[in-house]
């Protein structure tokens, strides 16, 4: 489930190591896929772009071609992601007949979906929203709840960029209650996101702040049960666009009413938005976290240390000799796998931490407290956002 990010890292890296030593390349590809997929929802773009290509490399020496169907999907939705449509395309034009061919129309409708989104990036709506008809047609004979979901979703989006209010509301008012019978957290603020897109294009700004409030929540809520400071942050991150919307949108009633106090709300979410990894680093280094956690745990935090002081070193001596690009790879990787679980440990560590959870939502400073206790009469703070 990934609203629950931290716990599905922590099931999928152990399934990993125990396929890892049983050889069970079929398993060791879906259990990749499913780590890959969870970084991609985190925002860690370039781990799950990796995890997917060992899958593919998999999936292609077994010749199994609905697991190269689906791979390469995945793949093209994190070139998505990271912002490269047109590479996108390049991979998902390659999936889609190959999943028609292997009769997989649950990646067929993968593929649909994330052609429609390349093209919704290219500013292509029209043949954005072809492919997700086509999407949204297989996954209702299908039954697949969640796809439904977020591709009534994208359908609204697309509505919402023409400026067809009404017709994207009749989307979105489907995507909405549906992520929320299916307890989707990451539609349900994708179609309130949508929703205040199209009130503030007709004017309507209180609406879309209360629309956006709702993504807002959504969001920090989900960002609270990742446990790990870099993937809280790349996250965050991958929702800024709700933040700048949200932003945008306070600074517009601050126009309409000056004297409301929304151009203070705004500077206060700018802040909130970018100062949150740096206060969350500095409470975290101030209190011991460590107290009153499983020693067994700090245990093999002191083992992991250990483990990756030494492989490092080995790596740095080969880089010194004569060593061959394959025992390179493989020295590179061991020291790889090593880091990763030595950060999911640091974030066990943290979840069962007594003091961790207050120090999960730090406050950075206000504008009524900038003004009286770090400003004077001359000295003026200006914020760009």
Same mark, same amino acid.
């Given at each position: 489930n990934i609203d629950e990010p931290q716990r599905a890292l922590e099931h999928f890296s152990r399934a990993m190591a125990i396929h890892q030593s049983t050889g069970n390349n079929r398993a060791k590809s879906m259990v990749g896929a499913n780590l890959a997929s969870t970084y991609s929802a985190l925002g860690e773009y370039e781990k799950a772009l990796a995890g997917y290509q060992e899958a593919l490399t998999i999936v292609r020496a077994a010749n199994y071609s609905p697991g190269i169907a689906t791979t390469l999907v995945n793949i093209g939705v994190v070139y998505l992601d990271m912002g490269d449509p047109r590479k996108a395309l390049e991979v998902l034009n390659e999936a889609l007949p190959l999943a028609r061919s292997a009769g997989d129309r649950a990646s067929e409708a993968g593929a649909l979906g994330g052609l429609g989104d390349a093209y919704y990036g290219l500013g292509e709506p029209w043949e954005a929203l072809e492919r997700y008809s086509q999407k949204l047609t297989i996954t209702r004979k299908l039954g697949l709840r969640m796809e439904e979901a977020s591709?009534?979703?994208?359908?609204?989006?697309?509505?919402?960029?023409?400026?067809?209010? *009404?017709?994207?509301?009749?989307? /979105?008012?489907? =995507? /909405? *209650?549906? &992520?929320?019978?299916?307890? &989707?957290? =990451?539609?349900? =603020?994708?179609?309130?996101? @949508?929703?205040?897109?199209?009130?503030?294009?007709?004017?309507?700004?209180?609406?879309?702040? &209360?629309?956006?409030?709702?993504? /807002?929540?959504?969001?920090?809520?989900?960002?609270?049960?990742?446990? %790990?400071?870099?993937?809280?942050? %790349?996250?965050?991150? &991958?929702?800024?666009? $709700?933040?700048?919307?949200?932003?945008?949108?306070?600074?517009?009633? @601050?126009?309409?009413? *000056?004297?409301?106090?929304?151009? =203070?709300?705004? $500077?206060?979410i700018s802040e909130k938005a970018r100062g949150r990894r740096l206060l969350e680093m500095l409470a975290e280094s101030r209190a011991d976290i460590r107290q009153g956690v499983d020693p067994l745990l700090l245990a093999r935090e002191r083992q992991l240390q250990r483990s990756l002081n030494a492989k490092e070193q080995y790596r740095m001596r080969l880089f010194g000799g004569d060593a061959d690009e394959k025992q390179l790879a493989t020295v590179e990787k061991e020291l790889a796998g090593l880091l990763g679980e030595y950060q999911q440990l640091q974030a066990q560590i943290r979840q069962g931490s007594p003091r961790y959870a207050a120090l999960t939502q730090p406050q950075p400073l206000g504008v009524a407290e900038i003004q009286q206790r770090l400003l004077d009469d001359n000295t003026l703070l200006i914020e760009y956002a």
């Open positions: 591709t009534l979703c994208q359908i609204g989006a697309v509505y919402a960029l023409t400026g067809d209010g *009404p017709k994207a509301f009749e989307y /979105l008012n489907q =995507a /909405l *209650p549906l &992520s929320r019978a299916i307890k &989707s957290r =990451a539609v349900e =603020a994708s179609a309130l996101y @949508h929703m205040a897109y199209v009130e503030r294009g007709a004017g309507r700004l209180d609406e879309a702040r &209360s629309l956006i409030e709702g993504a /807002l929540v959504i969001t920090e809520s989900q960002r609270a049960k990742v446990a %790990s400071q870099d993937l809280r942050a %790349s996250y965050l991150a &991958s929702k800024r666009q $709700f933040y700048e919307f949200y932003i945008d949108t306070l600074m517009r009633l @601050h126009r309409r009413r *000056p004297l409301k106090g929304y151009g =203070a709300a705004g $500077f206060e």
